[in-house]
């Protein structure tokens, strides 16, 4: 298989990732009784669990590859682990809005600085406006229409609030780039994934056993949390790290910005919210942004 096609395929399953993603809002939604941390903590706890298990034989087949590299595996897992915790919380205390969009636009600069510093990366500039063009869509698709939640009156945490989704974005760009790093240390890729999440997993266990109970009450809510654990977390996070094995960390969380744009449509589809002009303006932007990414560049 050429490079070309090896690249392709790993921009697909990553775009399909994004569109796992992007049903999570709308799938939380029918299960309004579950906090948000909740939420959070078992779909990436359990969903974290499920890749652990289903690579019990290659991580078993990898241990001594993943031990040499332990600190890594270590710092990915409490990346994974702390990611939906101080997501959800940056949400709770600056607002949905600023929450969303500090988290999500921050991750690929992030992800950019990690590589920078760690390998030394150089990024072309057609990946520079690609990005800025992201960030400025995604803010954009966020705050249209809903500017009641950036009322600092209304949230005033604000400042902690956007300190966690700061940290929320880099934890993401963290445990993204760990994973790719280890893929190439000759380390499966769900091997790396699988031991990544796994301990992730069992660090969320005890934040979902102190406010899960809500997923017991009702059929819709368990529903919710199956889903959320085995869809969107399980299945897309497969194929994130099918991803992760063929473009680099920067370029596949460059491209999950298409996850607020799935959200969007489905949320104007299915819950029948509608979407400002502003917000089809980012759009437009986060859409031009994957092709600046994607497009391979001529080389003479």
């Known amino acids: 298989m050429s490079s070309q096609n090896h690249q392709f395929l790993g921009i697909i399953a990553v775009i399909i990732a994004a569109i796992l993603w992007g ?5 939380a939604s029918f299960a309004p009784q579950v906090s948000p941390i909740a939420i959070g903590s078992m779909a990436m706890g359990v969903g974290g669990l499920l890749q652990a298990v289903i690579a ?4 078993r087949s990898y241990r001594f590859n993943l031990y040499r590299q332990w600190s890594y595996v270590l710092c990915g897992a ?10 959800y ?3 709770r205390m ?3 809005t600023i929450g969303t969009v500090v988290s999500i636009g921050s991750a690929p600069l992030l992800s950019a600085v990690i590589e920078a510093i760690m390998e030394n990366a150089k990024f072309s500039t057609k990946w520079i406006i690609g990005a800025t063009l992201g960030v400025i869509g995604i803010a954009l698709l966020s705050l249209s229409g809903q500017e009641h939640h950036t009322d600092q009156a209304q949230h005033p945490h604000l400042i902690l609030g956007i300190g966690l989704a700061l940290l929320a974005g880099l934890t993401y760009a963290l445990y993204s780039w760990i994973a790719r790093y280890l893929i190439q240390q000759n380390i499966p890729s769900k091997a790396a994934m699988g031991s990544i999440f796994g301990i992730g997993g069992l660090l969320l266990m ?4 102190m406010t899960g109970s809500a997923f017991l009450a009702s059929w819709s809510n368990a529903a919710v949390g199956i889903y959320m654990a085995l869809v969107p977390m399980f299945i897309g996070y497969i194929c994130f790290g099918y991803g992760l094995a063929r473009i680099a960390a920067s370029t596949a969380i460059t491209i999950t910005l298409l996850e607020p744009i799935v ?25 031009t942004c994957l092709v600046c ?7 003479k």
Do not use: D
């Open 94 to 96: 600056a607002g949905v």
């Open 56 to 59: 019990t034989n290659v991580i």
């Open 293 to 299: 990414v994607i497009m391979p560049s001529r080389k």
């Open 206 to 209: 005890p934040v979902l056993f």
């Open 23 to 27: 049903t999570t809002g709308v799938s």
């Open 263 to 287: 959200a969007a449509f489905l949320a104007v589809i299915i819950i029948k919210e509608s979407l400002s002009i502003m917000g089809w303006i980012g759009v437009i932007l986060v859409f």
């Open 89 to 91: 919380a940056s949400m």
């Open 78 to 87: 409490l990346s994974v682990a702390v990611y939906p915790l101080v997501f």
